[in-house]
């Protein structure tokens, strides 16, 4: 069974920055997040392959957010930047064995979800 954990949302004010980190209990797994606002269905935002050679955004964080992992420790970052209101959702981190899993709406593993909400 693969779990993820959720770590670092919070507050944050438009055009600040936020760290989200996620640790999987598997190792090589391509991960990803995925984002929920109240009303709106779940959607995409960035996922990095198992090597980490391999990244996708969605087109709304493009220029943003960058996803990163660090293999030894079996975790993955999304840093976000010029935060915008419409950012507010909760992330959910996301991990399977490919890449096309993960951008996927459905199939893989998913943690709890982390909170990022504007604070303005």
């Known amino acids: 069974q693969v779990q993820l954990g959720e770590s670092g949302g919070g507050w944050v004010q438009p055009g600040g920055s936020l760290r989200l980190s996620c640790a999987a209990s598997?190792?090589?797994?391509?991960m990803g997040w995925f984002r929920q606002a109240p009303g709106k269905e779940r959607e995409f935002v960035a996922a990095i392959s198992g090597s980490g050679g391999s990244t996708r955004y969605a087109d709304s964080v493009k220029g943003r957010f960058t996803i990163s992992r660090d293999n030894a420790k079996n975790t993955v970052s999304l840093q976000m930047n010029s935060l915008k209101p419409e950012d507010t959702a909760v992330y959910y981190c996301?991990?399977?064995?490919?890449?096309?899993?993960?951008?996927?709406?459905?199939?893989?593993?998913w943690g709890q979800g982390t909170q990022v909400s504007d604070s303005s």
């Open positions: 996301k991990a399977g064995q490919l890449i096309a899993i993960v951008t996927s709406g459905t199939s893989g593993y």
């Open positions: 598997v190792s090589n797994y391509a």
